[in-house]
């Protein structure tokens, strides 16, 4: 088994899906959290200059989507074959589609067209994205995942999506998407990933 070390600032954002990733498989790493002022100092040595950096037997690699299909290949969240692979990837890119619009719109300092991204967020992007993963849901009814028989890439980071989306206060378009809160509560009630939500260190953002 590798020795891994994921390294981000102490918070959730960009590596929160790659801990809920260790959770759901039970895989041992080391979450090592930086404070702001350390930054400067270590952004000359990873990567990019940018985290997350997740450290593989001490060799370092970035980019947040990379790592997280990485780390569901190695845990066996990619899928039983290369169609549920599509399907998983196409369900995470879905994902990363409004995780973008959901950040572009709250750093967007123009109030009129911070405005103009809410909007398009509301009226546009969140339904189309509801809708369809509630279409997802129902092909895949009996399982209980949104892809194949069993815990996904997927279902990780849309329980790690629609945590952001209600921490950032448009939990109530999940009202009236039934299905995808259902999915939500679901992926929430799988026991790994609970007892991360329950103990992880408590944080802004």
């Not at 370092?60 to 190695?74: D, T």
Request: charged share 30%; proline share 3%.
């Amino acid at each position: 088994m590798p020795q891994y070390k994921l390294v981000y600032f102490d918070g959730r954002g960009r590596a929160e899906l790659a801990r809920l990733l260790f959770a759901a498989s039970g895989t041992k790493y080391e979450d090592h959290r930086i404070e702001k002022e350390q930054w400067p100092a270590l952004k000359q040595k990873v990567p990019f200059g940018v985290l997350p950096v997740l450290e593989v037997d001490g060799k370092q690699y970035s980019q947040s989507g990379a790592v997280e299909r990485y780390l569901a290949k190695e845990f066996g969240m990619m899928g039983c074959n290369n169609l549920e692979a599509f399907k998983i990837d196409e369900a995470y890119e879905n994902i990363r589609d409004l995780c973008q619009a959901l950040l572009g719109q709250l750093f967007e300092t123009n109030k009129e067209e911070k405005a103009k991204k809410l909007q398009k967020i509301k009226e546009d992007l969140m339904p189309k994205t509801l809708k369809w993963f509630t279409n997802q849901l129902k092909e895949n009814c009996t399982c209980g995942f949104l892809v194949g028989k069993k815990l996904s890439l997927a279902d990780v980071a849309f329980f790690c999506l629609f945590n952001n989306v209600i921490s950032m206060g448009h939990g109530k378009a999940l009202d009236e998407a039934p299905t995808v809160k259902e999915h939500h509560t679901r992926i929430g009630n799988n026991a790994a990933i609970k007892k991360w939500v329950q103990t992880r260190p408590k944080t802004d953002w």
